[in-house]
């Protein structure tokens, strides 16, 4: 439930930029009118919301066709302690993601670790306050995982040199930056010496690679690769766990709320409070608890950052 090629800055990025530039002139003569609020739900005070006050917007990314039920009982707590309709928003990538939050779009959101350094690093005004556990006893984080076809010979990182290779995104934490991180240790070029394919999902990373025909090799998170027997995991490096963020730009009352909500809270916690969409399998299968996390808590993310060279997580 985790919510996962080196190039410059994209047009798209920088046209979030001019877009965002251009709002907060809007917003500055807007502040000048009798009007308190205008139509973004941005008043006097600086304080806005994705959508109206009334509403949270909640981001993710897709892992999976079933990203959207893994959510609702955690977005029907929200609502539910908040007062608030919960309304589900889902990017088509990563980067989409990363301009909804640069844009003021969201209130509050699952990233993955890669995606909230990249969106800060560019002006996204996001907090992370806590991470999802699957497990009793877990510490915030999952397993970035080295696949092969079940019946591969490929034992090692050093043979998917010249191989078809399945990244998830260009700005997945599990799925290309830790996998190109450690593919240099290993002395492969993540680009010059692979073929990279970027499937989109951790679970079409997961189905590529079984398939052995358009990759040979790949990457994907752990939770998708224990659904599949068609492949085998040959070398995992841990991952810290994906934050919920929320806006900046929230007032602080609800910024407080949302922080005791989703800080620290158990399955059977949210059960107990009434939300009886989380008493079912599939919930308990993605989800146990959260626990804190903190901005400091992706440091390690900042200095693979470094030693990739990686241009996704500059500013």
């Known amino acids: 439930m985790a919510i996962h090629s080196a190039r410059t800055t994209s047009p798209a990025a920088k046209a979030a930029f001019a877009a965002g530039a251009a709002v907060l002139l ?9 009007d308190p609020a205008d139509a973004t739900g941005t008043d006097t005070t600086g304080v806005s919301y994705a959508a109206d006050e009334n509403t949270l917007v909640f981001g993710v990314v897709p892992d999976s066709v079933d990203t959207q039920t893994n959510y609702q009982p955690l977005m029907d707590y929200i609502g539910q302690e908040t007062g608030k309709t919960v309304e589900y928003h889902e990017s088509t990538d ?6 909804a939050a640069i844009a003021g779009k969201i209130d509050v959101a699952s990233f993955s670790g890669f995606t909230y350094i990249t969106a800060t690093n560019n002006g996204a005004a996001i907090t992370p306050i806590s991470s999802i556990v699957t497990t009793e006893g877990e510490v915030p984080g999952y397993y970035s995982q080295a696949i092969v076809p079940a019946d591969s010979d490929i034992t090692t990182l050093e043979e998917f040199a010249g191989k078809k290779v399945c990244f998830v995104d260009p700005s997945s934490t599990s799925g290309y930056l830790f996998p190109s991180y450690n593919l240099l240790e290993a002395g492969v070029d993540p680009v010059a010496d692979v073929t990279p394919v970027f499937a989109g ?4 990373s997961v189905q590529k690679v079984g398939e052995g025909k358009e990759c040979e090799v790949g990457f994907a998170e752990d939770s998708e690769v224990a659904k599949s027997d068609k492949v085998k995991v040959i070398a995992e490096t841990m991952v810290p766990g994906a934050p919920i963020v929320v806006s900046d730009t929230l007032p602080d009352e609800l910024k407080t709320t949302l922080t005791e909500v989703l800080g620290q809270v158990t399955i059977d916690d949210i059960i107990t409070s009434g939300v009886t969409s989380a008493d079912t399998q599939a919930f308990r299968d993605t989800f146990y608890a959260t626990e804190p996390v903190d901005d400091a808590y992706y440091d390690t993310i900042r200095d693979i950052c470094v030693k990739t060279s990686a241009s996704q997580c500059q500013g």
């Open 26 to 34: 809007t917003l500055s003569l807007a502040s000048c009118s009798a």
């Open 94 to 99: 990563y980067a989409a993601l990363i301009e």
């Open 201 to 204: 999902k951790h679970d079409v």
